[in-house]
């Protein structure tokens, strides 16, 4: 008789979530290529083409935690970028940089994005 635990239906269930995620993070991954990048730099609420879109969808399915938004300091701007951190005040860190064009300010948190998705390969 062994001495190893068996595997449960709920541990097979996590382990092929973990793998179907991770299927599509490297497909998503092979699609976020720097043209993607730079169409999104160029015009940030699109039109986009479908590889751009596929991209754009992923992104905005990931968990809430850690994501930057925009934030509107007033009615018409100034923008500003936030960090969704739970157990911060109000669970958002607000960046210090403000921007007066919402375009500007559209980019540099896909720039962000970017970059974060980049890291975590």
Known sequence: MSSTTARTASDRTGELAHLHARRIRDRIAALYTETVAEELDTNPFGPHTDRTTRVLRYLRSLPIT??????ARGADGPWAIGRIVIGAPGNLLIEGESFDDYVAAARAVLRRRHAQFVSND
């Open 66 to 71: 850690g994501k930057d938004i925009l934030l």
